[in-house]
């Protein structure tokens, strides 16, 4: 019975994530998490013959959240831009996973034309011993420029 090596599983920590902003790569080393999900939009579908409704699919939606440190001004500055002048600023956020000590390499994925839906603009919190923010965002498509290998089973 073949079964997952635990070395090949992908530790959280070992990752990357570079964003390209009006054509300047910024290092996003303040991440603490980040998830980008596509969800299928389905219609509903009756046809004769069959009682039960059917689906199809006939778009996406593209959406993401991250958790980062309280350490860059550069998302307020860009949601700031919006407000006072209404210039509304998309960019690219490229995640690189890679665990040298795993056997399925790099994963690369660029998630393009990313949009924040809303910004902490000021924070303070005396309980907190890292001030954190959590911020929204959509993306209107990605490119997966590296796959993983496939692991090696024990």
Known sequence: MAFLRARDTISGQEGRAYATINGNIEEMFYIKTL?????KEKAEIKTLGRRGTQHKAIGWS??????IYYVTSRFRQ???EYM????????DIKIINQDPASSIGTQEVVLKDVNLNSVVMASLDTESEALEEEVEFTFENIEISRSF??????
């Open 35 to 39: 998830e980008a999900t596509v969800e």
């Open 62 to 67: 593209g959406t993401g959240s991250m958790t």
């Open 78 to 80: 860009m949601m700031y």
């Open 84 to 91: 006072r002048n209404g210039v509304d600023t998309y960019f």
């Open 149 to 154: 290998n496939a692991p090696t089973l024990g």
